[in-house]
């Protein structure tokens, strides 16, 4: 866990916007799968593609699902008062992604705060 | 549905991973060729060595100015850049010009979406956009310098 412990402050709009590219990342890492079960699809057995199909559909699901909720924490940061700030650090030590963790303190300032260690290890870096 | 030239490189330098990933991920599956720098100098270098279409470049870009990378790449006769998108939180019309004077075609404001910057990527790479406003070049969609409106963006 490279998140350690100290007060983090962030204004509301910067934590939804956070959030947002978290979300977007999200789905944008179920639109690469999709598109993975897609290029499988042709190579499978006949008897195994409905399974495929399925998966496909449910990732398609998961991808518009988590597009939605970014969409939705992008419009919110837009609407809440700038100034008002939020302590997230407490919150962020509660994350047990390494990877995840480290992304969102290093969005949060956590770096220049002397927060984040910038410690990557530990983490399955797919791309 | 823009029509992508395969393998175009498009070279995003920003420090934010999440941003970087996603917009990496966006562009590939959209058919281009994406790069990730996480700092300036990262981004002068590779804009050097891989000579991208398009520079995306974030505004809060680390270890060096955006506008320092910019005066950088405008410095270098050689042209390493094709097009340059100035993206940023706190992008007002003071940054617009002065990215303006330093060769950048284009602005978005953050927050965006990934399909949001597929979009305008797709819409610079088109040899005549008809979107390219006149002679002022910024009209109503320029950003305001305090808080923006979602999803402005604005051509020059």
Known sequence: ?127 | MNMVNPGTRILIADSDRAVLEMLQIRLDLAGYHALAARSGPAALEMAHNMRPAILVLDLAITEMSAFEVLAALQRDVSRPCGQILLVGKRLGVEEVKRGAALGVRACMLKPFSGADLVERVGKMLKPASPERPPANGFGSRVAPAARPAPSSNVFI
């Not at chain 1, 190579?43 to 991808?63: C, F, K, M, N, Y």
């Not at chain 1, 962020?92 to 984040?116: H, K, P, Q, W, Y």
């Open chain 1, 1 to 127: 866990m490279s998140v350690v412990a100290g007060e983090l402050r962030s204004d509301v709009g910067a934590t939804f916007d956070v959030l947002s590219w978290e979300l977007e990342l999200a789905g944008a890492r179920c639109i690469f799968l999709d598109t993975l079960i897609g290029k499988l699809l042709g190579t499978v057995a006949p008897e195994h593609r409905e399974q495929l199909i399925e998966g496909i559909q449910a990732v398609d699901l998961l991808s518009q699902h988590l597009t939605g909720l970014s969409t939705f924490a992008r419009g919110l940061s837009q609407t809440v008062a700038a100034q008002e700030q939020i302590e997230v650090g407490a919150a962020l030590r509660s994350v047990t992604l390494g990877a995840l963790a480290d992304r969102m303190t290093s969005s949060f300032g956590g770096d220049e705060a002397g927060i984040n260690d910038g410690d990557e290890a530990g983490d399955l870096d797919l791309f």
